[in-house]
Protein backbone atom coordinates (compact mmCIF):
# COMPACT_ATOMS: atom_id res chain seq x y z
CA UNK A 1 0.00 0.00 0.00
CA UNK A 2 2.64 2.48 0.79
CA UNK A 3 4.35 1.94 -2.60
CA UNK A 4 1.39 2.30 -4.39
CA UNK A 5 0.70 5.71 -2.03
CA UNK A 6 3.78 6.95 -3.46
CA UNK A 7 3.54 6.16 -7.08
CA UNK A 8 0.10 7.60 -7.46
CA UNK A 9 1.16 10.94 -5.25
CA UNK A 10 4.04 11.54 -7.47
CA UNK A 11 2.12 10.89 -10.68
CA UNK A 12 -0.87 13.76 -9.24
CA UNK A 13 2.38 16.32 -8.30
CA UNK A 14 3.76 15.73 -11.88
CA UNK A 15 0.21 16.67 -13.42
CA UNK A 16 -1.18 19.00 -10.85
CA UNK A 17 1.99 20.39 -9.09
CA UNK A 18 2.59 19.53 -5.11
CA UNK A 19 0.79 22.35 -3.38
CA UNK A 20 -2.38 21.76 -5.27
CA UNK A 21 -2.77 18.13 -4.63
CA UNK A 22 -3.71 17.88 -1.08
CA UNK A 23 -3.85 14.52 0.82
CA UNK A 24 -7.66 14.28 0.58
CA UNK A 25 -6.85 14.49 -3.27
CA UNK A 26 -4.82 11.41 -3.18
CA UNK A 27 -6.80 9.54 -0.94
CA UNK A 28 -9.86 10.29 -2.99
CA UNK A 29 -7.70 9.10 -6.23
CA UNK A 30 -6.62 6.12 -4.76
CA UNK A 31 -10.39 5.33 -3.66
CA UNK A 32 -8.82 5.00 0.13
CA UNK A 33 -9.67 6.89 3.20
CA UNK A 34 -7.07 9.73 4.46
CA UNK A 35 -6.62 7.64 7.52
CA UNK A 36 -5.41 4.99 5.63
CA UNK A 37 -2.09 7.50 3.93
CA UNK A 38 -1.64 8.69 7.69
CA UNK A 39 -1.18 5.15 8.58
CA UNK A 40 1.98 5.25 6.27
CA UNK A 41 3.05 9.03 6.42
CA UNK A 42 2.92 11.80 9.47
CA UNK A 43 2.11 14.68 7.19
CA UNK A 44 2.66 15.56 3.47
CA UNK A 45 6.01 16.79 4.17
CA UNK A 46 7.27 13.15 5.08
CA UNK A 47 4.83 12.34 2.35
CA UNK A 48 6.90 14.40 -0.41
CA UNK A 49 10.42 13.36 1.19
CA UNK A 50 10.05 9.58 0.81
CA UNK A 51 8.78 10.20 -2.70
CA UNK A 52 11.87 12.22 -3.36
CA UNK A 53 14.24 9.72 -1.88
CA UNK A 54 12.39 6.33 -3.06
CA UNK A 55 11.05 7.34 -6.75
CA UNK A 56 12.68 10.42 -8.17
CA UNK A 57 15.93 10.37 -6.91
CA UNK A 58 16.46 6.84 -5.95
CA UNK A 59 20.46 6.33 -7.09
CA UNK A 60 20.50 4.55 -10.68
CA UNK A 61 23.23 4.13 -13.50
CA UNK A 62 22.37 5.76 -16.69
CA UNK A 63 21.62 2.91 -19.51
CA UNK A 64 24.60 3.86 -21.72
CA UNK A 65 26.15 1.46 -23.94
CA UNK A 66 30.54 1.07 -24.29
CA UNK A 67 30.36 1.90 -28.14
CA UNK A 68 27.98 5.31 -28.00
CA UNK A 69 30.30 8.19 -28.28
CA UNK A 70 29.61 11.44 -26.34
CA UNK A 71 27.61 13.17 -28.86
CA UNK A 72 24.95 10.24 -29.41
CA UNK A 73 25.62 10.13 -25.13
CA UNK A 74 23.91 13.47 -24.80
CA UNK A 75 21.59 13.74 -27.17
CA UNK A 76 19.77 10.24 -26.94
CA UNK A 77 20.42 8.68 -23.47
CA UNK A 78 20.51 11.64 -21.35
CA UNK A 79 18.22 13.42 -23.84
CA UNK A 80 15.47 10.81 -22.92
CA UNK A 81 15.58 11.21 -18.99
CA UNK A 82 15.60 15.21 -19.11
CA UNK A 83 12.55 14.80 -21.27
CA UNK A 84 10.79 13.02 -18.10
CA UNK A 85 11.52 16.01 -16.02
CA UNK A 86 9.93 18.46 -19.16
CA UNK A 87 6.74 16.62 -18.50
CA UNK A 88 6.03 18.51 -14.12
CA UNK A 89 3.38 20.70 -13.35
CA UNK A 90 5.80 23.74 -14.26
CA UNK A 91 4.95 24.94 -10.33
CA UNK A 92 6.50 20.90 -8.75
CA UNK A 93 9.94 22.15 -8.11
CA UNK A 94 9.00 25.84 -7.08
CA UNK A 95 6.28 24.10 -4.35
CA UNK A 96 9.44 21.44 -3.49
CA UNK A 97 11.89 24.54 -2.93
CA UNK A 98 8.98 26.92 -0.44
CA UNK A 99 7.21 24.57 1.29
CA UNK A 100 9.29 21.02 1.30
CA UNK A 101 12.82 22.34 2.17
CA UNK A 102 13.44 19.03 3.40
CA UNK A 103 12.87 17.35 0.34
CA UNK A 104 14.06 19.92 -1.94
CA UNK A 105 17.46 19.52 0.09
CA UNK A 106 17.47 15.74 -1.65
CA UNK A 107 16.69 16.61 -5.11
CA UNK A 108 19.37 19.63 -4.25
CA UNK A 109 21.84 16.97 -4.00
CA UNK A 110 20.72 14.53 -6.09
CA UNK A 111 21.00 16.97 -8.64
CA UNK A 112 24.59 18.09 -8.03
CA UNK A 113 25.89 14.37 -7.18
CA UNK A 114 24.37 12.43 -10.35
CA UNK A 115 22.25 15.44 -13.10
CA UNK A 116 25.43 17.38 -13.51
CA UNK A 117 27.97 14.80 -12.96
CA UNK A 118 26.59 12.81 -15.70
CA UNK A 119 26.35 16.13 -18.01
CA UNK A 120 30.27 16.88 -16.66
CA UNK A 121 31.51 13.19 -17.70
CA UNK A 122 30.12 13.77 -21.17
CA UNK A 123 31.86 16.52 -21.47
CA UNK A 124 35.35 15.17 -20.28
CA UNK A 125 34.62 12.05 -22.89
CA UNK A 126 33.69 14.21 -25.96
CA UNK A 127 36.54 16.50 -25.09
CA UNK A 128 38.60 13.42 -25.07
CA UNK A 129 37.61 11.85 -28.16
CA UNK A 130 37.88 15.06 -29.73
CA UNK A 131 34.09 15.44 -30.28
CA UNK A 132 33.64 18.45 -28.67
CA UNK A 133 36.04 21.38 -28.35
CA UNK A 134 38.90 20.98 -26.97
CA UNK A 135 38.91 24.55 -24.78
CA UNK A 136 35.28 23.90 -22.67
CA UNK A 137 35.23 23.87 -18.79
CA UNK A 138 33.26 20.79 -18.01
CA UNK A 139 32.16 21.51 -14.86
CA UNK A 140 31.02 25.41 -15.86
CA UNK A 141 29.44 23.84 -18.85
CA UNK A 142 27.84 21.05 -17.13
CA UNK A 143 25.75 23.56 -14.47
CA UNK A 144 25.58 26.30 -17.27
CA UNK A 145 23.56 23.50 -19.21
CA UNK A 146 21.75 22.53 -16.46
CA UNK A 147 20.74 25.99 -15.63
CA UNK A 148 19.16 26.45 -19.16
CA UNK A 149 16.93 23.48 -18.64
CA UNK A 150 15.36 24.79 -15.22
CA UNK A 151 14.87 27.98 -16.67
CA UNK A 152 12.67 25.73 -19.23
CA UNK A 153 10.90 23.74 -16.47
CA UNK A 154 10.69 25.89 -13.75
CA UNK A 155 10.79 29.91 -14.55
CA UNK A 156 7.87 32.29 -15.82
CA UNK A 157 9.70 32.50 -19.04
CA UNK A 158 8.24 29.81 -20.79
CA UNK A 159 4.68 30.18 -19.28
CA UNK A 160 2.73 26.73 -20.90
CA UNK A 161 -0.13 28.40 -22.35
CA UNK A 162 1.72 29.87 -24.55
CA UNK A 163 5.30 27.59 -25.17
CA UNK A 164 5.34 23.74 -25.74
CA UNK A 165 7.94 23.23 -23.22
CA UNK A 166 9.18 20.08 -24.96
CA UNK A 167 9.71 22.03 -28.40
CA UNK A 168 11.50 24.81 -26.10
CA UNK A 169 13.60 22.12 -24.48
CA UNK A 170 14.23 20.20 -28.06
CA UNK A 171 15.43 23.70 -29.56
CA UNK A 172 17.49 24.44 -26.39
CA UNK A 173 19.72 20.82 -26.71
CA UNK A 174 20.03 21.14 -30.57
CA UNK A 175 21.41 24.83 -29.96
CA UNK A 176 23.76 23.50 -27.07
CA UNK A 177 24.94 20.72 -29.01
CA UNK A 178 25.81 22.31 -32.02
CA UNK A 179 27.65 25.58 -30.25
CA UNK A 180 30.78 22.56 -28.72
CA UNK A 181 30.83 20.33 -31.23
CA UNK A 182 34.06 20.38 -33.76
CA UNK A 183 33.64 18.78 -37.30
CA UNK A 184 33.60 15.83 -36.34
CA UNK A 185 31.63 15.28 -33.58
CA UNK A 186 29.31 17.34 -35.82
CA UNK A 187 29.53 14.38 -38.56
CA UNK A 188 28.12 12.61 -35.60
CA UNK A 189 25.35 14.62 -35.14
CA UNK A 190 24.08 14.45 -38.42
CA UNK A 191 23.96 10.85 -38.22
CA UNK A 192 21.95 11.15 -35.33
CA UNK A 193 19.49 13.61 -36.63
CA UNK A 194 19.06 11.68 -39.56
CA UNK A 195 17.91 8.76 -37.59
CA UNK A 196 16.07 10.26 -34.60
CA UNK A 197 13.78 13.02 -34.02
CA UNK A 198 14.51 13.13 -30.32
CA UNK A 199 16.52 16.26 -31.27
Request: hydrophobic share 40%.
Given at each position: ?????????????????IK????????????????????????????????????????????????????EE??????????????????????????????????????????????????????????????????????????????????????????????????????????????????????????????
Open positions: MKERILTRALELFIKQGSTSMDDIAQDLGISKKTIYRWFENKDQLVQELLEFSLCAPCEVNTRSEENAVFCVTFNHQIQNLIKFHSSFFNDLKKYHPSAHQIWAGFKENNIIQQFRANLQKGIQAGLYQQDLDPDILARLYIGQLETIYTSDLFPPEQFNRLQVYKFNLRHFIQSIVTPAGQKYLHEILARTCCV
